[in-house]
Structures are given as C-alpha cells and as structure tokens.
C-alpha cells in the first residue's frame, strides 16, 4: 500500500502543469528593484509632530546635576575624534536626470525597465517593459525568472529574489486596438539589488532606473495594476 501511495505521489508531480488553455503563453517578468540608500526625509506633518513631542517631554524632564552635564560634554573630545561629513542626498545623476545611473534618487526604491523587443509587443516593435522570459522547461516559474534576468545583467551574484511565489500576475487578452495578440498569463516575481551600485544591461536597446512614479508614466494603462502591486 506505501509502495502504491508513493508511485501515485510521483505520477501527480510529474504531471503537474500551470492551470492554463495550451494556446495561453506564460511568461515571467522580474520587478528589479534598488532599496533606498539613505533613510528617506520626514514628512514635514510627522517632524512638526515630533518636534512638539520633544519640547512637550522637555517640561518634565528630569534635571540632573550640572557635574555630570559637563562629564558627558567632555567625551569625544579627544585626538581620535572625527569630524563626520554626511554625503549628498542629491548626485550628479540627479542634477542632469540621468535615469540609466542607479546613484540617483537615493531616498527612493528604483525600478529597472527594458526598451527592447518584448512577447506580446504591438507589431513586434521595441516597448518599455520588465525583464521577461517566456516559460518553456525550466523547473519552476521562479527558475524562469532567473533566467530572465539572468539574460539581461549575466551574473546573479549580486541579485536576492524574494520568496519563490510570485507578487502578482496579469492576463493579456486581445483588444479591439490589438487583435493579434496572444493571449498570456504575464507573472511578477521580486529581486533586490545586492551590495553593488552598477551593472553591465545587456540585450536592449535602452534602459532607464525609475521610481515608482516615473514607473507608472511608461506604463498608463497598467498603472492602475502596477500601483496595486507595488505598495511601497
């Protein structure tokens, strides 16, 4: 009866397939983000708040003696002592808008966008979009991310993909305007850049590193979904 059970264990993962009509393509699209690099300023709402709670707490703060008040401004003083001079928050990136550098926005998450030939493209002309790749053989949806990004900057080293599920998933359909397209199943899975701030994009015609905002404008009929997906 074990012996029965683990055959029929093996039989249903072999056969085990994506939910979808064999004409429906599947293709795996890689949200690659840059996480902030410097903590992001404060809401001139929440530092007014904060200011308030400050000199609020400072009408029952407790006194302490003037002896140890001097102790403690005597520390740091010495010959070790370094003056710290924070880096700018605004690059040369910033300043000429350079979108293909990633030292720019740096209190903000950047997003990496393609222009090149992309499945499902209008005409088959180049468009904006995710790295992506159409799924075949791989062993999982998420090894066929991989892939696709992999196609894009070569190494993975400096690359963490988040969970094995994807974040979201949109199902293209013709349309009256594009009566051509075949339909697919288009799904999103997350990787973060890793202790690097350059990479070699390959294989497009143009790239650009966006904020969420600059995002959606490439993207305006999607950008309802997008701003679903993309809550941070």
Same mark, same amino acid.
């Given at each position: 009866?074990?012996?029965?059970?683990?055959?029929?264990?093996?039989s /249903?993962?072999?056969?085990r397939?994506?939910?979808?009509?064999?004409?429906?393509?599947?293709?795996?699209?890689?949200?690659?983000?840059? /996480?902030?690099?410097?903590?992001p300023?404060?809401?001139?709402?929440?530092y007014?708040?904060q200011e308030?709670?400050?000199?609020?707490?400072?009408?029952?703060?407790?006194q302490?003696?003037?002896?140890?008040?001097k102790?403690?401004?005597?520390?740091?003083?010495?010959?070790?002592q370094?003056?710290?001079v924070p880096?700018?928050?605004?690059t040369?990136?910033?300043?000429?808008?350079?979108?293909r550098?990633?030292?720019r926005?740096?209190?903000?998450?950047?997003?990496?966008?393609l222009y090149?030939?992309?499945?499902?493209?209008p005409?088959?002309?180049?468009v904006?979009?995710f790295p992506?790749?159409?799924?075949?053989?791989?062993?999982?949806?998420?090894?066929?991310?991989?892939?696709?990004?992999?196609?894009?900057?070569?190494?993975?080293?400096?690359?963490?993909?988040?969970?094995?599920?994807?974040?979201g998933?949109?199902v293209?359909?013709p349309?009256?305007?594009?009566?051509?397209?075949?339909?697919?199943?288009?799904?999103?899975?997350?990787?973060?850049?890793?202790?690097?701030?350059?990479?070699?994009?390959?294989?497009?015609?143009?790239?650009?590193?966006?904020?969420?905002?600059?995002?959606?404008?490439?993207?305006?009929e999607?950008?309802?979904?997008?701003?679903?997906m993309?809550?941070?």
């Amino acid at each position: 009866m074990q012996r029965s059970a683990t055959t029929l264990s093996r039989s /249903l993962m072999a056969t085990r397939g994506f939910c979808t009509s064999n004409s429906d393509k599947i293709v795996a699209s890689v949200l690659f983000e840059r /996480l902030p690099v410097v903590i992001p300023k404060i809401d001139p709402v929440v530092y007014a708040f904060q200011e308030f709670s400050f000199r609020w707490g400072q009408q029952y703060r407790r006194q302490y003696p003037d002896d140890f008040l001097k102790k403690s401004d005597a520390r740091g003083k010495g010959d070790y002592q370094i003056d710290y001079v924070p880096a700018p928050r605004v690059t040369e990136a910033d300043k000429n808008n350079d979108r293909r550098s990633l030292q720019r926005a740096l209190d903000r998450r950047l997003y990496l966008l393609l222009y090149s030939n992309a499945f499902g493209a209008p005409d088959g002309k180049p468009v904006w979009h995710f790295p992506e790749k159409v799924y075949e053989s791989e062993e999982t949806l998420r090894k066929c991310a991989e892939c696709a990004l992999q196609s894009v900057i070569g190494d993975l080293s400096h690359t963490y993909f988040v969970g094995n599920a994807p974040m979201g998933h949109m199902v293209m359909q013709p349309t009256e305007k594009v009566q051509d397209l075949q339909p697919l199943k288009r799904f999103f899975f997350k990787s973060q850049v890793i202790a690097t701030n350059k990479f070699n994009i390959e294989k497009c015609d143009d790239f650009v590193w966006v904020t969420k905002d600059e995002l959606l404008e490439y993207f305006p009929e999607q950008a309802d979904f997008l701003n679903k997906m993309i809550i941070s």
